[in-house]
Structures are given as C-alpha cells and as structure tokens.
C-alpha cells in the first residue's frame, strides 16, 4: 500500500536520521573515472581500435545486466555504473588485437554469468571482469595472447594511423610481453634490447611495451588508484600487501644463480599486476572487508601470482592468483574478525 | 601533542552545530498548560501522589519512585492538577502523565540553600540528588542516584563528565559549559566527594573551542580536575567511547563503566546535581537546543520540562515549509515525532527540524556490496553488514556469532552505508528475536 504524505505530515522513521552523501552508484562511477588514465594511455599507445574493444566490453556488459534482469524480473540495475566498470575492466585486459566477438561473449560470461546469475551486485564470489578474461583465454588462447608492439598510434602529426585498423587488425609489429619472454627465453633476452637495466624499467612505467590495453602503464594505473586512496575508496592494505609479496617473492625465487638473485622491480612492474592489484583484487564484493583479512588475502594472492609466473605454464598469473584468492575471500573473512570492543582475546 | 581519542571506529558527520553554538540560553516562559510524564527516565515509572483538582506549587513532588531504579518527578509551575492521563512520549508509547494548567505565578516550594554543601557527609549529598530526581540528562536518562551507588567490591576511581556532545546540531551542553562552568564543575566535585574520588576530568570535542576555554580557566580553582580536549568523533559522546578515549580503558563486553573504576555523568547533570545539593533545588528544567534547517529561529532554551514540543517550536517562530522531520534528541540517535503535542521531558537535549535533502531517509535500500565502510565505522569493533545480511534472510540466531548484543546502536554503520541499508534498525529487529 502506498501512503501518501501531506506536505504538513511529519515523516516517522527511526534513528538515525542523517546519511552520508556515498553511494553505491557515486562508488561506481568514481572507479570509472579512475580508470580513465589507464584507458587513455592505451589509446595513446595502441591507437583508437582501444575505444571499440572497450566500448563493446561495455555495451556487453550493460546488455547482458539488463538482459538477464529482464529474464529474471528482477529491476534493472544498469545505472548503477557496476557492469560498465565491469564492462571498462574487460575492456583493458583485452589485447588491443582482438577480434569482435570475444570482447561481446566475455563481457556476457563476466555480467550475465559471473554476476547476474549468483545473485547480481554483491552476490558475485568471482570477479566478473576476470572471469570474462579467463573465459575468453581459455576458449581463444591464440586471440587472447598475440601482443603488438606500442608504437605511439595516437600521433599528431600522422593523425590517421590512429584510424588504422579499427575494423579487423592487419599489421602492426607482433610482439611478446616482458613477462612472456621471461618465460620462453630467459632474463637476458627481456634486456636485450636495453643499453640500461634501468631503461627498461622507464618503459615499464610509462607503459611502453606489449601488453593488454590499459595494463601497462603503470604511472597511469597509480594515478587513478592515488585517487581513489585519497577519496578512501579503496584501502591501502591489499595492493600494498600483494606487491610486496611478488616483489619479496619473485626476488627470492625468481633467480637463475640461486636464491635471493630474482628481479623484483622487474616483476612488480610487468604483466597485469598493477591494474589486478588496485582495481580487481581491491573489488568490494569479491574481497575481505577486514583490514587483517585484506592483508591475508594480498599475501595469498601474491604467492599464487609469483608461483603461476616461475612454476606453472602461463607467463602471467595476477587473473588466476585473484580469481582463486575470490574463493577465499568469505573464509577470510569468517576466521580473522576484528577485535571486539571490551572483548578479550581467546574469548 | 594529538587530541585524544577513541582508537577504532568512529564517522565525521557534519556536526551542524552552527546554527546554535553562538546563541546564549533564553528562558522559555512556563506555558499555559504542561504536561508532565511520570516515567521521564530509564527505569520503573513513577506512581501519582496528587490528584485533580489539586493545587501545586512550582517544585512540589508529583510523582514517587515505586522501586529503586527510578526517579522522582516534580511539578515545574504552580497551578491545578487537571488530569492524569496517559499521553505519548517521544519514543511514541503512552506514559502516564500529570496535566497542570499554569497559574503563571511560579509560587514555589521554598528552598532551603545550604552554602557549606560541600562539607557534608556523601550520603546525605547523594540523598538531595534522589530527592531532586536527577537522570542523565544526556539522553540516556538513567537515574543518577542509582550510578552513585556502585556496589562495594566494584570501587570507583574516576569521574568523568561528559561534555562530547557528539551528535551532530546539538548544543545544550556546549553553552552550559560557556555560561556555567564554575556550576558544572562544582557538580563534579560534590560527585569526586560522594564516590570518594581524586580524580575528575571533563571530555570536550574541539569543536567546542569556547567551551574548552572557559572550563579550562574555572577548573584552575578546582583540585584533581583536568579539562580535556578530544578529537571530534561520532560516537565519542557513549560512556565505552568516552572512557576509552580519556583514560584508555576498555569497558568488559557487557559489562558497565563501573567495571573499569569509572562513572560517567553529562554536564547537563552535572549542572542540575550542583543545583540540587545547594539550593535542594529539583529538575524541573533544562536547556534545550531548537535548531536544525527547518526552524525559523534556532535558539538554545531553557524548558520547563512538561511543556509541549509546539510550544518550544512556536516560540522560535515556528517550522519552515517543507519540514520533513522533526526530532527528539540528535539525529543520530534521537527520535522521530509524528507529532509536536509531546512534552520536553528530562532527557530532550535537542529539538531538531531537518527539511528533505534526500539524506535524511531512504525508502529502497540496495545489496550490501561488503565495501568494509561500516565495519571501518563501528566504535565496538563489530562487523554490521553480517547482521544485515542475516536479519534480511532471517537468520536471527546467527548474529550471536558476530556479538549482536555489544552493539549500543549509535548507528554509525547505517550513516556510512552507501547501499542505504537499515543496518542499525535491522540490528534492533535482531535484538529482539533473539535471546541472549
């Protein structure tokens, strides 16, 4: 029943009776902005064919939202800015090179399956944006890994090569990533090129090198997370806690001479670390909201990621070590509460 | 050095306090008519001890405490009884009430002032302050003579008054500390006398800077009181968070300041103990703060307690169009009216009138996305978005598992949500389903 309120009716709820200004949709779309960094760096150095594979990650998103809400009579939640984050999170993990129709079926494994299937908003265990990522590796892992070298395609001066190929990708110098080549060839031949150690650490920063389209940047992903710290949008415990982990242990364990002889600047700034470490693994729902359990799970999720990069077959592991540290995220949860006022230990 | 604080939890809500914090205490003229609930305190009500058609004086006893949580109620006016009835209170019950009509002679009882107050034994001081049936005049209105008697083996070292006024608007206590401190800290000497304490200290959030100043220049005539600044915080006002913050001591789950050797009093009461074993004076008024956006003219009053909240909002000019809610108390903690025909009562520190801003309340609520923000919030250290989510499915008894009963609903983790969820009201709901 609906009651209707006389201006002179006074409204009768209980305490309390005031509310912060955040919400769930201004957290959204704040992250969004976030990331737009990111985003342009990847046009800058992949050229305009970034906005399309974006854009249709996003458009997936927002149907498959719509769609299965719709099936489900449920209301429709699109404004509330998660699935075009979600869709915005695809997008960057994607190679530039993609064909059409795998950023339009992940993005509806990542929204439509991951998301809206569990449950919608909140109820997700995985990370959408990941497992559309890991969906689409899994089922094309030619078109997922076949990197270009960034070649400035947003050029000024020569304003159509950013126009090149938008429809279907034709040329392009092919490329491995660092980490791709750690893998196959050996720490020597990521130097190769280099006259200084330290010059490829500069391309790492700025985000010159071959990689999906909004992760290589890494001073354009820190710009966006700073901002999103300051605005206490996302707490410092799990990306701090999971770069150290890689950095400690890719250090200890990632030498050929030994232990304590591996790279740890190298390997903290290659891959999807970055990007995973500030804005997938710090996702609300798929994560502890325990400062402790935060801690954990950036520990957790950086031995996988070391493990999966030195052990195991892929060169990169940041979207498996997140996805499988998203199952325990519950049980993190459960097992490290926080102390309870007046409570003591043991009790 | 920094402010002292408490050490988890807490949230910085605009503390609006502007409206009123500049305003000095008016006197508010005893209205035509009042209406004086017997049950103005945590506790068993009080029975009637006169009748209708009889005449009262100005402080006579109209009320008797049936037990020993309980405290007595006097008449504010001299005038007629007309009726005893039972009629609504702020929290919405019906509470049996005595209805005097105002002769507006205020002819009172005569009192007899005792100057050397403080040279008496503690049970004959602590025995005025029964007779002048003083409560926490924060809110919590528990009676103070009951505080006052800890049992033996729980010894008190520490008295602290509480000068937070953390809710955001109010304002009451800020001037009474501007306008009365010798008052207030005398109230806290005659408590250090009764309990057998050296030590006092005063809490005052910063944002009361002149209130600070003034305490801090009285209590250099006083022995064993400190004034203390805080940093301002929400819920830095709750007696766990106030001690916590002052003497960094952990009040036991479930347990009462009295564990950790402390009593805490607000400075409301502290003002009305100082007046009640000088002059035997009893609480027949208190300072209330008018304010909020949809008050005409915010004002800081002194109420004779039984008048009615229209009266209150009548003499401050009234409410603005587009009222939308009016409040007993904060807005943190206090009550909704769904009407102003409900009298000041010992425990109204605050009348406030929010206008919709689209913040006061929300009709649809979204799915928790366990963003942390109230576990972050929460001063007793709790995880509020469990219960929510298990209040939702039904799951009452599981909230035991996360310490459903040491939450003191301060409502923190519903201000910070921003899925809008009723946390706190759905912890209360759990509350009462479930048994301890």
């Known amino acids: 029943m609906e009651i209707k309120r006389k201006e002179s009716d006074f409204i009768v709820t209980v305490s309390p009776h005031v509310r912060s200004v955040e919400t769930v949709p201004r957290i959204m779309w704040t992250v969004v902005v976030s990331l737009l960094p990111a985003l342009l760096c990847g046009v800058y150095f992949f050229g305009l064919r970034v906005i399309f594979v974006t854009a249709l990650c996003i458009v997936g998103a927002l149907f498959s939202e719509w769609f299965v809400e719709k099936l489900a009579g449920k209301p429709i939640t699109i404004g509330d800015g998660s699935a075009f984050l979600s869709g915005l999170l695809l997008g960057l993990t994607m190679p530039v090179t993609v064909p059409f129709y795998i950023p339009l079926i992940s993005s509806f494994i990542a929204v439509g399956i991951t998301k809206q299937i569990f449950g919608g908003i909140g109820y997700n265990i995985f990370n959408p944006a990941l497992i559309g990522r890991a969906f689409a590796l899994i089922t094309w892992p030619r078109a997922m890994t076949s990197w270009v070298e960034p070649s400035k395609m947003f050029d000024l001066n020569n304003i159509g090569a950013a126009f090149s190929n938008i429809g279907m990708w034709l040329d392009g110098k092919t490329s491995a990533t660092p980490l791709g080549i750690l893998k196959l060839e050996g720490i020597a031949k990521v130097f190769e090129p280099y006259a200084a150690k330290a010059d490829l650490y500069m391309n790492l920063l700025i985000g010159q090198r071959a990689g999906s389209i909004g992760e290589t940047s890494v001073i354009a992903i820190l710009i966006g997370a700073l901002f999103l710290m300051l605005r206490r949008y996302i707490s410092w415990h799990i990306p701090v806690s999971y770069l150290a982990t890689v950095g400690l242990f890719s250090w200890i364990l990632g030498g050929k001479e030994g232990l304590f002889t591996g790279d740890a600047l190298l390997h903290v700034l290659s891959g999807g670390l970055m990007l995973g470490a500030f804005f997938m693994a710090t996702d609300y729902v798929t994560s502890p909201s325990v400062k402790k359990g935060r801690l954990v799970f950036g520990f957790g999720c950086g031995i996988l990621t070391v493990l999966i990069r030195l052990k195991a077959g892929y060169p990169e592991g940041v979207m498996f070590a997140i996805l499988i540290m998203n199952c325990f995220a519950p049980l993190i949860d459960r097992n490290l509460k926080q102390k309870v006022f007046g409570l003591r230990k043991g009790k | ?436």
């Open chain 2, 1 to 436: 050095m920094g402010l002292l604080t408490f050490s988890v939890g807490g949230i910085h809500p605009n503390d609006n306090k502007l409206y009123t914090a500049n305003l000095p205490i008016e006197n508010l003229k005893a209205p035509k008519q009042l209406v004086i609930p017997l049950s103005q305190h945590a506790g068993a009500p009080c029975k009637p001890v006169v009748e209708p058609g009889q005449r009262v004086f100005m402080y006579s006893k109209i009320g008797e405490p049936t037990a020993f949580v309980s405290a007595s109620v006097h008449s504010s006016v001299s005038g007629k009884v007309i009726e005893i009835r039972n009629h609504p209170s702020s929290t919405g019950r019906m509470v049996l009430s005595v209805v005097i009509e105002n002769d507006g002679k205020d002819e009172a009882v005569e009192l007899e002032e005792d100057e050397d107050y403080i040279n008496k034994e503690p049970d004959v001081l602590k025995e005025r302050i029964k007779q002048a049936g003083i409560v926490g005049m924060g809110g919590a209105t528990f009676p103070t003579s009951v505080k006052l008697s800890p049992p033996k083996e729980k010894p008190i070292d520490s008295i602290i008054i509480n000068g937070a006024e953390c809710e955001p608007y109010l304002t009451a206590d800020h001037r009474m500390m501007v306008e009365k401190p010798i008052e207030v800290l005398e109230g806290l000497r005659v408590l250090m006398k009764v309990l057998g304490v050296a030590n006092g200290y005063v809490g005052i959030e910063n944002n009361k800077k002149d209130a600070i100043k003034y305490m801090v220049s009285a209590c250099a005539g006083f022995e064993g009181i400190k004034v203390l600044p805080l940093k301002v915080k929400y819920p830095q006002g709750a007696e766990k968070m106030l001690i916590k913050s002052i003497l960094n001591r952990e009040v036991p789950a479930g347990g009462l300041p009295m564990d950790v050797r402390v009593v805490v009093q607000n400075v409301g009461t502290a003002y009305a103990i100082y007046e009640a074993v000088r002059y035997n004076r009893p609480v027949v008024e208190r300072v209330v703060s008018v304010t909020g956006a949809g008050i005409k003219n915010p004002k800081n009053l002194k109420v004779r307690i039984g008048t009615q909240i229209k009266d209150v909002i009548d003499y401050c000019g009234g409410v603005k169009a587009g009222v939308s809610k009016v409040i007993a108390g904060g807005p943190m903690m206090g009550f909704a009216l769904y009407s102003t025909d409900i009298p000041v009562t010992k425990g109204t520190s605050g009348i406030v009138a929010l206008v919709e801003q689209g913040l006061t309340h929300y009709e649809k609520y979204r799915a928790c996305i366990r963003c942390g923000r109230c576990i972050e919030a929460c001063p007793m250290g709790l995880m509020p978005q469990m219960f929510s989510v298990y209040v939702e499915r039904g799951f009452y008894e599981d909230c035991k598992d996360y310490n459903l009963f040491d939450c003191f609903e301060c409502g923190s983790c519903t201000y910070v949500c921003p899925a809008k969820r009723p946390i706190v009201q759905q912890i209360r709901l759990a509350k009462t389903l479930v048994k301890r």
